[in-house]
């Protein structure tokens, strides 16, 4: 689990050299503030020479002014490297952020299938947060404390060279024993900020099912896991306190082996008259002032040492990669797309395999289910496909592969004759437009959850759209209009209204092919007939595929495909299946659809 320094060099070097400057001025500040430390037992010491030989008050007075005047300008610089250097950490932190998110997004759904929000939050904020430190001090502040331990050792060579050879080792003995203490805590907080993330994953997890739990009388089950996690978290916690303790305890004990070391040789050397009383007294200061570097550069290596967790943790997410490639450079047509599926097979527990990192499931030797099995069909442009099925039998799945959520193992899928595969990944969700029964509104306008941020949609279009679907009511009962923003939770919206909104979105997006994953249930009269409406507009110079549970929706099909357990059931023109009386297609109609589906 050790990090090489290399790996610290390069994420250092990535993150802080588009600040350059500002690591500069923290440097400078940083580096004044230590000059000025080493500048002020000077002053101490002829301040208290001058007054044990009696010099004069003037003398004194200048040394005085000098001595604060010294201190005042160290703060100053105290708190500018403070200030730059928190700046450098947020501005460097918040970029690995981005990149972590980034990078987050363009991982295919078997990856988020496996990792729970919570999880990814811990990730993405806990474990970033931690190389704050790290960013703003780490490379500045061990420098830093190195050259003024460095600075105290020459000053005190100097001064006397029994004083100098007695801090070196002193200096010598005290870094080497924390430096080999270093990594003990580090396998502790490693494991700590593991349970962090469960924990964070199952409170996440709780809170989007809270209806269900309560609904169900989970609450029993919900706090046994709570504690749970709890009990492996506080002795988790205290394992890698007690670790730094032991680091701790160490570096005072050193300090007063200092004190004694600088204590007994002053003293020594005063009674041989070697040294003046003021001397005496500098070698005592410079000896404390040692203890600061030496403990900042203690603190560093705790730092580091929570901070190396947490970067093996973030090197071990970036290295999660897609399995998803990001496609070829062929351009599908515009307009109304042909959707060829050719041969198609597909399993999850295959690509969840894939997915794993040291830190997820192992890909499971045993053979993977099948959810979808040599699937072939060819919808010609403009034509609407039916696609009916129990439920389970994989209709959700195929639609997963036309916009590419996941790869099909084998066979081939072509959009106006491109393999999808060939088509750049971020160019097919322009082509392929999704309403699913989940719709999910974002915590932004309705406007930007219509448009998903695209500009150059107008207003005027937006209007348009949702009086076509019926809800120039709705917009207007909102206090801004399409400004107004919407909330979590749907903000209140019934299921047929968010699912307008879903259509309205597929309708200003103009995608060449269009899935509808119908809503089945809980629809009222009017919203029903709107819905229907909604659908006959949608599809009017689009290629459809439906995801059908209802008869009124097949009713438009061109063509019917009945899926059972992931393998074509029945394929061919809705209009001839309804006239041979064998199909299963006619007795489906015969019997009522859903009944005999579901
Ligand atoms: N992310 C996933 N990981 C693993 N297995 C999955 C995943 N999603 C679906 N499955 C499995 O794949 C099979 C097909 O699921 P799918 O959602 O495609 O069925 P469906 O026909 O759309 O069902 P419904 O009509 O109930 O929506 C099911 O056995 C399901 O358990």
């Known amino acids: 689990m050790k990090i090489g320094l290399k790996q610290f060099g390069n994420l250092l070097i990535d993150y802080l050299k588009p600040q350059k400057g500002r690591v500069a001025k923290f440097a400078i500040a940083l580096l004044a503030s230590i000059g000025l430390q080493l500048l002020n037992p000077q002053i101490l010491r002829n301040f208290i020479d001058t007054a044990v030989a009696g010099g004069s008050a003037q003398s004194l007075f200048i040394a005085a002014f000098l001595f604060i005047g010294v201190a005042l300008a160290k703060q100053l610089m105290s708190i500018a490297a403070t200030y730059y250097g928190e700046n450098v950490a947020w501005t460097a932190t918040n970029a690995l952020r981005a990149d972590l998110v980034e990078h987050c997004l363009k991982l295919d759904l078997s990856f988020h299938k496996i990792t729970t929000p919570g999880e990814l939050v811990e990730r993405v904020d806990g474990d970033i947060h931690n190389l704050s430190q790290f960013f703003s001090k780490f490379s500045v502040y061990i420098l830093g404390s190195l050259l003024l331990i460095l600075g105290v050792i020459v000053v005190m060579f100097v001064e006397d060279w029994r004083a100098g050879m007695a801090i070196s080792f002193f200096a010598l003995i005290a870094l080497s024993t924390l430096i080999s203490l270093r990594s003990i805590a580090v396998p502790y907080w490693g494991k700590y900020r593991q349970i962090n993330a469960e924990f964070f994953g199952f409170l996440g997890e709780q809170l989007t099912s809270i209806e269900d739990i309560r609904a ?75 203890s600061e570097p030496i403990e900042q550069i203690r603190n560093q290596l705790e730092d580091l040492q929570q901070a190396e967790a947490s970067i093996y943790r973030i090197q071990d997410l970036f290295q999660v990669r897609s399995q998803l490639n990001a496609g070829g450079k062929e351009q599908l047509p515009s307009g109304a797309l042909s959707v060829t599926l050719t041969n198609v097979s597909f399993s999850y527990s295959d690509v969840q395999g894939q997915a794993s990192t040291s830190l997820r499931i192992k890909k499971p030797d045993i053979k ?31 639609a997963r592969l036309l916009l590419r959520l996941y790869d099909a193992q084998s066979g081939s899928i072509r959009l106006g004759n491109v393999p999808i595969n060939q088509t750049p990944l971020t160019n097919l969700s322009k082509h392929v437009g999704l309403v699913t029964q989940n719709v999910q509104l974002f915590q932004t306008t309705v406007r930007n959850n219509l448009t998903f941020f695209n500009e150059n949609i107008s207003d005027e279009r937006i209007y348009e759209t949702l009086k076509m679907l019926g809800l120039s009511g709705w917009l207007h009962s909102l206090p801004k209009d399409l400004d107004t923003q919407l909330g979590p939770d749907n903000s209140g919206l019934s299921a047929g209204q968010a699912q307008l909104l879903a259509f309205a979105r597929v309708f200003l997006k103009d995608p060449g092919l269009v899935i509808l994953d119908e809503a089945s249930s809980r629809l009222d009269p009017t919203t029903e007939k709107l819905i229907e409406k909604a659908i006959d507009q949608l599809l009017i110079g689009h290629t459809g595929i439906i995801i059908a549970h209802r008869l009124a929706t097949v009713q438009r099909a061109n063509q019917i495909l009945i899926l059972d357990k992931g393998r074509v059931s029945e394929y061919g023109l809705r209009e001839e299946l309804m006239q041979d009386s064998h199909s299963r297609f006619a007795q489906l109609l015969k019997t009522g659809l859903t009944n005999l589906l579901v």
């Open 368 to 398: 993977p289910e099948l959810i979808l099995q040599d699937i072939s069909f060819h919808l010609p442009p403009g034509h609407v496909l039916g696609l009916l099925g129990r439920t389970g039998s994989g209709k959700t799945t195929l």
């Open 216 to 290: 169900n009388g989970a609450k029993n089950y919900v706090m046994y896991r709570f504690y749970k996690i709890l009990q492996r978290w506080l002795p988790t916690y205290h394992k890698a306190r007690f670790a730094d303790t032991i680091l701790w305890t160490t570096t005072n004990g050193i300090f007063t082996l200092g004190y004694v070391i600088a204590l007994a040789l002053a003293l020594y050397l005063w009674n041989q008259k070697a040294i003046t009383i003021g001397t005496a007294y500098v070698f005592f200061y410079y000896t404390t002032l040692l």
